[in-house]
C-alpha cells in the first residue's frame, strides 16, 4: 500500500480504508461556478513527475515536498533535502517512468497539512472527478474531458485519480507526447502497460498504420471482460498529443462503453485539435461525455495561495502584483513564490530573477501552448499596439487564423491579456529567450509592414531604431531616411528628445547623399543643442568640411551660419557669410538679402556687438548703430512677449535677449529669461535651461545682483552633460568668476580656472567673456601684466570678428584701468579716448564706466565734475557695483580738494552699495577710507546692534536714516521717498533722538536694511 501523497492545497491521508473511498454526495461542492462553467484556476497547474513519484522513492518523507528537474534545487521546510534520481528501473508500471520523463521545465509543490483534499479554487471540478468515479463504481461508464490552457492544472486533476483509487480500482493511465505522435498505437501501449499480464490482446497496426476494426473489437471485448470483475479507470493526459491509431482506439471505446464500469479521463488543451479532428466531434455526439474547464486563479485565489505556501507570507498588495504578473496562472504564480520565498526579507520591491524559476515556468507554458510560441510571444512584443492577426501571420509566415488561435491559447494561460503581455517581466522573460538578431529582422519586417500599410512615421521609425539598436544589419530601403527625418520633428513635438536625436543619427548613417548628410547634421546639431551644446558643436565639423571642399550647396548655407552663429562660432560663421555673398552677387544684383544676414564679408552678423551687417532685428527692422534704439528694443521685448520656442526661433530669442540686456531694460530682461527657463524646462532641454540661465546670470551680473548671478551660473554649468568639451561652457564659467572676484572669493576663482575647457572656447564669443573675467580676477590678485594681456587678446578677437561693441565687451576702459595702475597713463588715455568715439559710449552705461577712466588723467576740479557726471549716468544704468566705484573715486577726489565732510558722505554711500550687492572686494577695497566712528561701529556687534534698530525705528525713519547714512541730502531723500524736506527732517529729529546722537555724521555706516527699505531705496 502507499505511503502519504500530498500536493498544493491538498492533503490525502495515509491509508485507502474503505471508509476513505469517495462515493457520489460524500463530497459537498464548495465555492466557485458550476461544474459545467469551472472556476477561475488551480493552483496545481503544471504536468511531468508527481508528488507520488517521489513518494515512492522517500515513502518517509515530510509533507512539504519539492520536486524538480534540469537544474532546478530541490528544497523542503524541513532540515532535509533529496535529489530525485534520473534513472528508474523498469518495471511494468511504465506510466511512471513516462511521468518522471515529462517532469522537465516543472515545478511541483505540495503541501500537506490534513486530512482532506482542498484543492484552492478547484471544488466544483474536483467534486465533478470524485462524483464520476463513484458512478463508476456504481456500475456506470463515464467520460470526462479536462480542458484548459498550459499550467492551470490539467494534469495535477487527472492525476488524482490515481490518488483516490484502491485496490478495487484498475487504473490504466497514459500521457501524449509530442515525440510519440508518430509512433503507431504508442499511446495505447502505455495503457495496456499497466493491466494485469495477458488482460489484453496485443495490439498491432497494419502496415499504413492505421487500426484493424477486429482489434479494437477484441480490445473493447477485453475492457468490458476487466470492468465486469472491478471498475476501471483510465486516465490520458494530453490527449492532444495522441497517434493517430490511438485516436481511433479511444473513440472506438466511448463509442461502445455506454455498459462499461469503466471511468475515462482526458485532459486537452483548449486551443488545439488532436491529430483526427473527427475525435472531437465524436466526443461532442457522446451523452456520456462531460465538460470540466480549468480557468485561472481570481485575485482572492491567489492569495489564499500564497497565504499557504510554506515561508514568509507576501503582504496583500504584493499577492495582488503576484496576481497580475502570473496572470493567476497557477504554475507562474508557484515560480513566483518560489523565487519571493528566496528573496531576502529585507527588500521590499520584489523582482522575478532573469533566467529564474519564473522565466522558465513562462517558456514552459509557452511551449505546451502550441507550435512556434516563442516565435510568436517575440512578434507580439515587437508589434505592441499594432498588432493584427494578419500582421502576426505576415511577420511568421502562417496563416492569420492559426496567429489569432496561438494568441488565444496564450491568453487563455494569462501569459497574455488580450495581445499584450500583462507585466514587463512576462514580456522580459519571453525576448530573454530570442537571440537579438532575431528580434532586430522582426523590427525590420515590422517596419515595412506598417509603412507599406501607411502607419505613422513614428512608429515605422521606432521599429528601425530598435533594429539598429539589437545590432541588425539594415538593409536599407529607399523610404528609411526621409521616414527617420520625419519621424524627427514629430517626435520633437512630443519632447522626445533622445529619440528624436536617435532617429537623426540613424538617419545620417543611413544616408549616401552627401547633400542631405550635411542636411541632417545641421539638423542634428540644432536638436542636440536642446540637450549638449558640447556635442551639438562637434556636429557641424562635417557640414564645414564639406564647405571648405567647395561642395556645399548654396541652400543649405543660410542654416549652417545661423547655428554657427547660435553658438558663437563667429569665425567660422564668417567663412559661410563670405560664401553667401559670393552666392549672393553671382546670382544677382540688388536683390533683397534672403537669407537674414547682412552684407559684409568681414563683419559676423546676429552677433551681439556687431557693428556693421546687423541681421533683421525680432520687429522686421535693423537696429540703428550709435545709441541705438527705443524702438528697436521695444520690438525686441514684443518679440520675447509672443514667440514660441523652437529649434527655429532659439536664434533669435538669444538676439533678442541681447538686445534687451545691452541696449534697453535689463530689468525686463531678467523676466523675460525667468520664463524662457521655465518653458525649457517644460519642453525637457536642459542645454536650453543652461543658455537663459547664463543670460540671466549675465543680467543679474550687469544688475549688481551677485549673489543671484553666481547662483543662475552655477545652474547653468549643472545642466551641461560635458563641461570641459563646450565653448558654450565658458559664459556661464565667465559669470561665476566674476561673480566671485566681486565677493572676494578668490580661492573659489582659481579653482573655477583650473577646470580644463573646450579647445575651441576662444574660437567663440563666450571666450570673450572668459579672457575678460580672467583678466578681473588677475587684476584683483595684481597680477597686472596677465590681466592686461587677457583684456588686450579679448579685443583683438572681437575686432578680427566684427564684433567689438563697448556696449558689450568694453575692453578699452578694462586694459585701460589696467594700464593706469602700472603707470601707463598715455596708452590708458588713448584707449579711453577710443571708446569715447565710439557710438556706444552715448549709452548710460558705456559713458559712465568711460568718464570714471577718463577722470583719473584728469587735474582735480575736472575730475569731480567728470566723476558726477559718471555716478548720474550709472545711476541710470543700474550698475551698483560700477556705481560703488566711481563714487569711491569722489570720495577721494574730494578729499583731494578738502572736503573731507562730502568725502565721508561718498565713501559711505560706496561701502553701503557694495555690501547691498555682496561685493566684498569693494568693501575691503573702501573700509580703510571710512571715518574713524564708522571703523569703530563695524568692529562693534553689528548683529545686536542692527536687532536693536529694528526695535527702535519706524519703517519710515529706517528708511530717512538708510539714505542720510549713505550721504543723501534731505532734498534727495524728499525725492526718492516721494515725501516732503519737511518731513524727511521730522524723521530724522526722532532718529537722532532713538539712537542718542546729535549730528547726520553719527548715523551708523551699516545701518541695516530691511527688505522693504531696499526696495524703497531701489
Known sequence: ???????????????????????????????????????????????????????????????????????????????????????????????????????????ELSVGSG???????????????????????????????????????????????????????????????????????????????????????????????????????EFQAALERLSAARPVVISVDDVHHADSASLRYLLHIVRHSRSTRMLLVLTKPLHQDTQDASFGTELLRSRNVRRIRLRRLTPEGCRRVAASTPGPTPREALSDELHVISGGNPLLLRALLEEHRSTPATTDDFRPEQGGLFGQAVLTCLRHSGPRMLDLGAALAVLGDAYTPERAGRLLGVPAFSAAQSVASLAASGVLSGHRFPHPHTQTAVLDQVPAKVLAGLHLRTAELLHVEGESVTKVAGHLLDAAQLGGSLTV???????????????????????????????????????????????????????????????????????????????????????????????????????????????????????????????????????????????????????????????????????ALTDDTLEPVMRALRAVTYFGRPERAAACCRELIAEAERQKAPAWQALFSSALGVVLLRLSDLSAAEDYARRALDCLPEQSSSAFAGSPAATLIRARTLMGDHAAVARQLHQPVADTLFKSTHGLSYLRARGYY??????????????????????????????????????AEVLFRLGETQRARALVDQQFADPDAR???????SLRLRAVTS????????????????????????????????????????????????????????????????????????????????????????????????????????????????????????????????HLTRVYRKLNITRRQDLPVDLHLSVSTAEAVR
Open 477 to 643: 530601403p529607399p523610404w528609411a531616411v526621409d521616414v527617420l527625418r520625419e519621424a524627427t520633428e514629430d517626435l520633437l513635438t512630443h519632447s522626445d528628445l533622445g529619440r528624436a536625436t536617435q532617429a537623426l543619427e540613424l538617419a545620417h548613417e543611413l544616408s549616401g547623399d552627401e547633400q542631405q548628410r550635411v542636411d541632417i547634421k545641421t539638423r542634428l546639431a540644432a536638436v542636440t543643442w536642446r540637450v549638449n551644446p558640447g556635442r551639438a558643436e562637434k556636429h557641424l565639423s562635417a557640414p564645414l568640411a564639406v564647405l571648405r571642399a567647395g561642395r556645399l550647396a548654396s541652400e543649405r548655407l543660410a542654416p549652417l551660419a545661423e547655428l554657427l552663429t547660435c553658438q558663437g562660432r563667429v569665425a567660422e560663421a564668417g567663412e559661410v557669410m563670405s560664401e553667401i555673398l559670393r552666392e549672393t552677387v553671382a546670382g544677382s544684383t540688388g536683390s533683397p538679402d534672403r537669407t537674414g544676414f547682412g552684407t559684409r564679408p568681414d563683419r559676423t552678423a546676429n552677433t551681439p556687438g556687431a557693428r556693421t551687417g546687423h541681421p533683421r532685428g525680432p520687429g522686421g527692422g535693423t537696429p540703428e548703430q550709435g545709441a541705438g534704439s527705443s524702438t528697436e528694443t521695444l520690438a525686441a521685448e514684443r518679440f520675447l512677449r509672443t514667440v
Open 115 to 217: 486530512d482532506i483534499v482542498d484543492f484552492i479554487e478547484r471544488e466544483p471540478e474536483v467534486w465533478a472527478l470524485r462524483t464520476a468515479l463513484g458512478e463508476c463504481r456504481g456500475g456506470a461508464a463515464r467520460i470526462l474531458v479536462i480542458e484548459g490552457a498550459a499550467g492551470c492544472g490539467k494534469s495535477e486533476l487527472i492525476d488524482s485519480l490515481a490518488e483516490w483509487a484502491d485496490e478495487d480500482d484498475l487504473v490504466l493511465r497514459a500521457f501524449g507526447s509530442p515525440t510519440e505522435r508518430d509512433l503507431p498505437l504508442g499511446l495505447l501501449r502505455q495503457l495496456t502497460g499497466d493491466a494485469p499480464a495477458g488482460a489484453f490482446p496485443e495490439v498491432t497496426a497494419a502496415p499504413d498504420g492505421a487500426p484493424q476494426v477486429s482489434a479494437m473489437r
Open 843 to 849: 549709452r548710460p552705461w558705456v559713458r559712465g564706466i
Open 778 to 815: 588677475l587684476m584683483a590678485t595684481h597680477q597686472l601684466h596677465a590681466a592686461l594681456g587677457d583684456f588686450l587678446e579679448a579685443g583683438r578677437l572681437a575686432g578680427s570678428w566684427g564684433v567689438d561693441r563697448p556696449a558689450v565687451l568694453p575692453w578699452r576702459t578694462d586694459a
Open 1 to 107: 500500500m502507499r505511503g502519504p501523497v500530498s500536493r498544493t492545497g491538498g492533503v490525502r491521508g495515509s491509508s485507502r480504508s474503505s471508509a476513505a473511498r469517495p462515493v457520489s454526495g460524500q463530497f459537498p461542492p464548495g465555492r466557485g461556478r458550476s461544474t459545467g462553467e469551472g472556476t477561475d484556476a488551480n493552483p496545481l497547474g503544471g504536468k511531468g513527475t508527481r508528488a507520488a513519484v517521489a513518494a515512492e522513492h522517500h515513502p518517509a518523507s515530510p509533507s512539504v515536498q519539492l520536486v524538480a528537474t534540469r537544474g532546478w534545487l530541490e528544497r523542503a521546510s524541513h532540515s532535509w533535502a533529496c535529489s530525485v534520481r534520473t534513472h528508474v528501473p523498469y518495471t511494468p508500471h511504465t506510466r511512471t517512468i513516462r511521468a518522471f520523463s515529462r517532469c522537465q521545465d516543472r515545478l
Open 859 to 986: 587735474d582735480p576740479r575736472q575730475r569731480l565734475a567728470l566723476l558726477n557726471q559718471s555716478a548720474d549716468e550709472l545711476g541710470r544704468s543700474g550698475d551698483r557695483v560700477e556705481l560703488a566705484r566711481t563714487l569711491a573715486d569722489l570720495s577721494r577726489a574730494l578729499r583731494a580738494v578738502s572736503e573731507p565732510v562730502r568725502a565721508d558722505a561718498e565713501i559711505r554711500k560706496a561701502w553701503n552699495l557694495a555690501r547691498e550687492c555682496g561685493a566684498e572686494a569693494l568693501c575691503e577695497e573702501f573700509s580703510p577710507e571710512l571715518g574713524p566712528e564708522d571703523r569703530m561701529r563695524r568692529r562693534g556687534a553689528p548683529e545686536e546692534f542692527c536687532s536693536d534698530l529694528d526695535t527702535k525705528l519706524s519703517d519710515s525713519e529706517r528708511r530717512v536714516a538708510t539714505l542720510a547714512a549713505s550721504g543723501y541730502t534731505n532734498r534727495e531723500i524728499s525725492l526718492k521717498l516721494h515725501i516732503t524736506v519737511s518731513t524727511v527732517e521730522q
